[in-house]
């Protein structure tokens, strides 16, 4: 089974600041994906980056990039410049494979981010 | 461009009622997901389906039951509705179906029980 920890529930930044959300996982797969995905205050469900476990670099997405490091099993996403709209609840996710064609999301429990103008 | 669309938006039950939650993926979207995000809580994977077929069952309760269809909507069924089932149900889709594809979500279904 996988699992996905978010140890900080809440976090603020300054707007134009940037702050760094800490995600850790377990697996027992050599190759797999980890998501991030933002929830707004609308509850929309939003893919912010993608990052490829067999790649060695980072992802990045124009002001997110993420903090990859395969052997301690971390997945810390890096929001640059923040800004208001980047007030949102962000989780961490992997998808798994069940061997049945299904590659369901586990999340982790999630981080609330508050950006303060 | 086209998102997946999920009906209705707000629906408020008794305890005892069936509901229905309906999702139309994004057009040739071949694989859907149901998720249930209790308050406060992370989303719980419900459901699969891939070409109309059931691929896989996370914690389900055997009240719930789904289906895809020929053109490829699902439908959550949910009986003897109980005050836990309160929760914002999403269904997602992608394509194609392989592991690491990017999961387009909905708005979602939000689910009061009384």
């Known amino acids: 089974a996988q699992t996905v920890t978010q140890s900080q529930p809440e976090m603020s930044v300054q707007e134009a600041e940037t702050v760094t959300l800490s995600c850790t996982y377990d697996t027992s797969e050599n190759n797999y994906y980890l998501f991030w995905y933002k929830q707004p205050p609308s509850r929309q469900m939003i893919l912010v980056i993608r990052q490829e476990a067999y790649k060695q670099q980072n992802a990045t997405e124009n002001r997110f990039s993420v903090n990859f490091q395969k052997a301690a099993k971390s997945f810390s996403l890096k929001i640059s410049d923040s800004q208001l709209g980047d007030t949102a609840m962000y989780f961490c996710a992997i998808p798994g494979d069940s061997g049945a064609g299904s590659y369901q999301l586990t999340f982790g429990k999630g981080t609330k981010l508050s950006v303060i103008p | 461009a086209a998102g997946v669309i999920q009906s209705p938006r707000h629906l408020i039950k008794e305890k005892r009622e069936t509901a229905t939650l309906k999702c139309y993926p994004i057009?040739?979207?071949?694989?859907v997901y149901w998720y249930q995000q209790g308050p406060g809580q992370d989303p719980q994977f419900l459901i699969s389906f891939y070409e109309k077929m059931q691929s896989d069952k996370g914690s389900i309760p055997d009240r719930f039951s789904a289906q895809q269809f020929s053109d490829y909507h699902s439908e959550l069924n949910m009986s003897s509705l109980e005050l836990g089932d309160s929760a914002l149900y999403f269904c997602?889709?992608?394509?194609?179906?392989?592991?690491?594809?990017?999961?387009?979500f909905g708005p979602g279904t939000r689910l009061t029980v009384l």
């Open positions: 997602a889709s992608s394509r194609p179906n392989i592991r690491g594809v990017e999961q387009f």
């Open positions: 057009p040739r979207h071949d694989t």
